[in-house]
């Protein structure tokens, strides 16, 4: 949007003569009309490809015309556009256009009240001193556990803060809490008695919520972190939530606080608001909720973030592969608030999103470091997971999880999980390595801590760096779509910089780039969250017998070249004995789906 207008608004002068300056002040109003109209990503490209040529070629013309035609000129080309764009809202109108507060709506927004502070998430709170990222309502993926609580996200800079990523700096607001002010902040939260009533005096007693100790044997992940937990099961069930299409929650800073410092009503479809969890999922699919009831728990959800517009050629084949090996839903969570990237991905996993095995996320904007909004996003994806799975996983896109390939191996009920269809796997399917190799669920099952115990919080998969040695494209019959192609070789050796960890959901409540912490045992009274369990640590990813994560290092770098095959004495597992399936997999879904890689 900046770079929009301001290149209509002359925003650099080559000659700084008076004459031009007088004329560029003549001219502010520019300003302020391309920035009401410029609504969407379609107005921008318009103006890009259509409008910018013909300023650009008329400005010194223009220099020297008279301010009544350049009103005119300047009213025609607004016209034009602005046209453009209602068109372009018309044709696709199903294609809502998200932006700021209304990216977090669902589909089950005008029967959610609008007196509360929905809108305002992300945003600061209790006169800008509390900056809140998002709130959710957090269940369980055990049939038997009806609990439900409400947990807070929330931002904050300054003394006690991670200094690795320079959160030191930049508030918000001056009077903003630091670090260490608002992990000290105690909360209090509230639901009314009848919760599908829109507005009620008459509300539960106030429950203290409790501060989750930002905590990791990972220095990235400290102090990062701000939640707070609320335990709504006296008042609120799992199946409650069902007969609801929202609840809502009050929040005060003190038991006797007279007006509440926020109201949202949370709504049950995404269970969350803002940066809290997946904001995205299809309309055809139930909610979260719902769908765990219906359909049962899933055993591994994969959270993949920092995704990215010049990403979007590799997705198809990461998702499908990971498919194959039993993942059972994949959050992809976008780098930073994109619309056109977010109806990018809407266009081109319709297929998979419709059924309920992709949905996407974002990262928070607050902060510039991205690392710090991939962290966050991996805490939004790990509560969220907590209500789908039993094990969730988290790895970039230039990462797959490869099974340790076996001569033979009868095929895993966790397999095609997304499709029961065999003929529509194709002829490679049968003899590949998916159909021959133990899965992503076996694997994590079999997994065991150091000491051979199996209660573990999380664990870890050893990493493989994989190169590229050639630049081929994959051939006529594929010539739009070249995804992981030209990795043949890797290393022998695990690379312990990048190894990848799985957690277990009901005893994990952080995660980080490579490992997980804040593990809490249920029912351990008082004992403090620790970064990882002393009776159960970590394997450190040594055992590749279970599978491993395979790094395409150079995968969104290709100008760094490639290496000497015969420096590297492993063929990669995936390049020659599973990748085949998964292009004709996805050549098949393209030909009967039309549009899903377009």
């Known amino acids: 949007m900046n770079r929009f207008y301001e290149y209509y608004c002359y925003k650099k002068e080559e000659n700084n003569s008076s004459e031009q300056q007088g004329h560029h002040q003549r001219f502010s109003f520019r300003h302020q009309i391309i920035q009401k109209m410029a609504t969407n990503s379609f107005v921008q490209q318009v103006f890009f490809k259509w409008i910018r040529p013909f300023v650009k070629s008329k400005a010194v013309h223009w220099q020297s015309s008279s301010y009544s035609r350049n009103v005119i000129v300047l009213f025609f080309l607004t016209l034009v556009t602005w046209t453009a764009a209602v068109t372009h809202r018309a044709n696709y109108g199903s294609q809502r256009v998200l932006e700021g507060p209304d990216l977090f709506t669902t589909n089950t927004e005008e029967k959610i009240p609008t007196d509360n502070d929905n809108v305002r998430i992300p945003g600061t709170f209790w006169n800008d001193r509390l900056h809140i990222l998002g709130v959710r309502l957090t269940t369980s993926y055990e049939a038997k556990d009806e609990s439900v609580s409400f947990d807070v996200f929330a931002h904050a800079v300054g003394e006690g803060s991670n200094s690795i990523f320079d959160l030191a700096s930049q508030k918000q607001h001056s009077v903003e809490l630091n670090y260490k002010e608002a992990s000290q902040q105690p909360l209090y939260c509230e639901v009314p008695v009848a919760t599908t009533t829109d507005s009620t005096d008459t509300a539960n007693k106030r429950i203290k919520m409790k501060y989750l100790p930002s905590v990791s044997i990972d220095s990235n992940t400290e102090h990062v972190h701000l939640i707070w937990r609320c335990d709504l099961s006296n008042y609120v069930t799992k199946t409650d939530m069902l007969q609801h299409h929202h609840i809502r929650v009050n929040v005060y800073t003190s038991e006797d606080q007279i007006e509440s410092i926020m109201t949202v009503d949370v709504p049950v479809d995404t269970a969350s608001i803002g940066y809290a969890g997946p904001m995205i999922k299809s309309s055809k699919e139930p909610s979260f909720v719902q769908q765990v009831v219906n359909n049962g728990p899933l055993d591994v959800v994969l959270c993949v973030g920092g995704i990215t517009t010049d990403q979007l050629k590799y997705i198809p084949e990461f998702v499908q592969h990971h498919l194959n090996v039993g993942v059972g839903q994949i959050v992809l969570g976008m780098e930073t608030l994109d619309e056109s990237l977010l109806a990018k991905l809407q266009s081109l996993l319709s297929f998979y999103m419709d059924k309920g095995l992709v949905v996407i996320a974002a990262s928070s904007a607050v902060t510039d470091s991205s690392h710090i909004r991939k962290l966050r996003f991996y805490n939004q994806c790990l509560f969220h997971a907590k209500g789908m799975a039993e094990f969730v996983a988290m790895w970039d896109l230039d990462e797959l999880w490869v099974p340790k390939l076996q001569d033979s191996y009868s095929k895993s009920r966790h397999h095609l999980r997304h499709d029961g269809n065999e003929d529509e796997h194709g002829e490679l399917w049968s003899d590949s390595a998916y159909r021959k190799s133990p899965g992503i669920v076996e694997a994590i099952h079999s997994m065991t801590g150091e000491n051979g115990c199996k209660d573990w919080c999380f664990q870890a998969f050893p990493s493989r760096t994989v190169e590229r040695t050639e630049f081929a494209q994959l051939g006529s019959a594929h010539p739009q779509w070249q995804g992981f192609y030209g990795f043949p070789v890797r290393d022998q050796d695990p690379n312990p910089l990048f190894q990848k960890s799985v957690a277990r959901t009901k005893l994990a409540w952080q995660f980080s780039f490579h490992v997980a912490g804040s593990c809490r045992r249920e029912n351990s009274g008082d004992k403090t969250y620790v970064s990882m369990f002393e009776e159960c640590p970590l ?60």
Not at 567 to 595: F, K
């Open 539 to 598: 394997w450190s990813g040594r055992d590749d017998s279970l599978g491993a994560i395979h790094h395409y290092q150079r995968l969104f770098l290709p100008e760094a070249g490639v290496v000497d095959p015969n420096s590297y004495t492993a063929l990669d597992e995936y390049t020659h004995h599973m990748r085949p399936a998964v292009v004709e997999q996805l050549s098949h879904l393209q030909q009967q789906r039309a549009g899903l890689l377009g």
